[in-house]
């Protein structure tokens, strides 16, 4: 590894698609349209397939170097341990391999490290930056409502003595849609978990940032945004650089030579379709329905007529708790879960495919004209962009809030009802609401109002990120300060 004279950037990405992939996007902009030069540290602990990293990595430029953290063990963690669980204590177990890389990085590297910027998972990374010399920030791949929930956690655990779910009134965050305690960040809904300990923790953390550089702009939460500049006008909070959206370009596979066969397969089947006339389905890189809403899906879908793409992962059957990508193996076949016969009643109308498709192309292809998301924000970001109205079907992590706000504030997305399944205690979306919200979202009234709604937002996106737009002036904001702050000297190891 070179030794460098450009101002360098160290970025700690968590795992997940839904984190690397922005991390990575986010470092290439630094480096082609600032002149930085750049480490991505990923960890090896719960990360995707090697294969996915290597792709995504091969497309980097020289600028942009990466570093792996080794494996730490979970295996002492109850099998049921949350995903945030497992995440938060892999961030913590492997913070002295982090001291030591750092202290390598900055040593015999890059003797300008202007930032150290951690995913907000990895918050608990900042105070041993801090340490080392290195300004810590925090990138924010989710939204200034999630962040501005999050700095609020420590109060809210400290002066509610209920599960949030049963909190009588609605939550007003500042600048933020009014939000039912039920569809509050999930992670948190269970105060006794150990999940919950540790995001507090987190939290806490989180104050240490000399700044929040957010992957959301003006025009999509521009409320949320003005809140944020006055707390930090008045000291209350660190300052926050609303930067995005951050625009992923390249086709990113998952399993190498397979996933290549459905991408180009999905995608030529969409070349056959008319305008605006399919449906495209994807619940994120790791969402996963139960066998039985698997099924109910599959039934509204066929029974409304409309054509679709379907991105179909192993279904868990956690009565639609989610799965994740580390629960996957590549032997598991997700079709098999469909109906029988479900496959050859809607060929030429339909097309599975499975675990992963490149989403930001079928999003932008002529033929799509809905999306039905579990709400992660970079698929929220991604359907703005390419202005497709959503049917939102959240299913864990922060996608209640993000539905919430795409259904009330942002009016881009429909959203269907949730019922009982026969008192079985369990809830789902029934085959009748899927084919009418289908039906709508395609068709519908609603539908023409949410579209109109997104291709305004899909208009202040580009705007934002134009010469003079709101996110290229908060990039050069903190570019600036970072160029600006001395280098060289501050950042030798303790
Ligand atoms: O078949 C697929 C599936 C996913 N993607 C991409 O993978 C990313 C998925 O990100 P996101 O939509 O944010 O979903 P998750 O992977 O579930 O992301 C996690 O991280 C996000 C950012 O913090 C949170 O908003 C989510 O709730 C959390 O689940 C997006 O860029 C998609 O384009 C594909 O390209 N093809």
């Not at 409502?145 to 909190?167: F, I, K, N």
Request: with cysteine.
């Amino acid at each position: 590894m070179p030794t460098t004279k450009a101002p360098h950037v160290i970025l700690l990405a968590c795992p997940g698609a839904g984190h690397v992939l922005p991390m990575v996007v986010f470092a290439k902009r630094l480096a082609e349209d600032h002149g930085f030069t750049a480490t991505i540290i990923t960890y090896s602990t719960l990360s995707l397939p090697t294969q996915f990293h290597s792709t995504i990595f091969a497309s980097l430029p020289s600028s942009i170097t990466t570093a792996t953290l080794p494996a730490v063990a979970l295996d002492d963690l109850p099998a049921d341990a949350r995903v945030e669980t497992r995440m938060l204590t892999a961030v913590k177990r492997g913070l002295p391999d982090l001291r030591n890389l750092l202290a390598e990085l900055v040593h015999d590297h890059h003797p300008n490290v202007v930032a150290f910027l951690a995913d907000m998972f990895c918050a608990q990374a900042l105070p041993l930056a801090a340490g080392l010399g290195l300004p810590p920030y925090v990138v924010y791949l989710s939204n200034l409502m999630l962040l501005s929930l999050m700095l609020h956690l420590p109060e809210l655990d400290a002066t509610t003595t209920c599960e949030y779910r049963d909190l009588p009134d609605l939550l007003r965050l500042p600048g933020c849609v009014p939000l039912r305690g039920a569809d509050i960040l999930d992670t948190i809904q269970d105060r006794s978990n150990p999940a919950y300990k540790l995001m507090v923790e987190m939290t806490r953390h989180l104050a240490l940032a000399e700044g929040f550089v957010v992957n959301t702009f003006d025009g999509m939460e521009h409320d949320a945004v003005v809140a944020f500049k006055e707390m930090s006008d008045k000291g209350a909070c660190p300052p926050v650089y609303p930067v995005g959206p951050f625009v992923r370009r390249p086709c990113l596979l998952l399993n190498g030579v397979d996933a290549a066969a459905a991408r180009y397969g999905c995608l030529r089947w969409l070349d056959g379709q008319p305008g605006g006339s399919v449906l495209y389905i994807c619940f994120g890189s790791g969402g996963t329905l139960s066998v039985e809403q698997t099924g109910e899906l599959a039934a509204g879908l066929e029974a409304s007529g409309h054509r679709f793409l379907w991105v179909m992962h192993l279904p868990s059957d956690k009565d639609g708790s989610a799965a994740y990508f580390d629960d996957r193996r590549d032997d598991d076949d997700p079709m098999s879960f469909l109906p029988e016969g479900f496959t050859e009643r809607t060929r030429g109308v339909g097309m599975c495919v499975p675990q992963w498709a490149p989403q930001v192309e079928v999003l932008n292809h002529r033929a799509v004209g809905g999306f039905v998301s579990h709400c992660g924000w970079n698929s929220t970001l991604e359907a703005v962009e390419a202005g497709v109205p959503v049917v939102a079907w959240p299913l864990f992590a922060e996608q209640r809030m993000n539905a919430v706000m795409l259904e009330e504030s942002a009016g881009m997305a429909l959203r269907p009802r949730e019922d009982e399944a026969g008192g079985r205690g369990r809830v789902v979306v029934s085959r009748e609401e899927v084919e009418a919200v289908v039906r709508e979202v395609m068709a519908g009234e609603k539908g023409e109002a949410a579209r109109k709604k997104v291709s305004a937002l899909k208009k202040k996106a580009a705007e934002s990120l134009a010469p003079e737009g709101s996110s290229r002036k908060a990039l050069e904001a903190i570019v600036s300060r970072w160029k600006s702050a001395p280098r060289g000297t501050g950042n030798e190891p303790c």
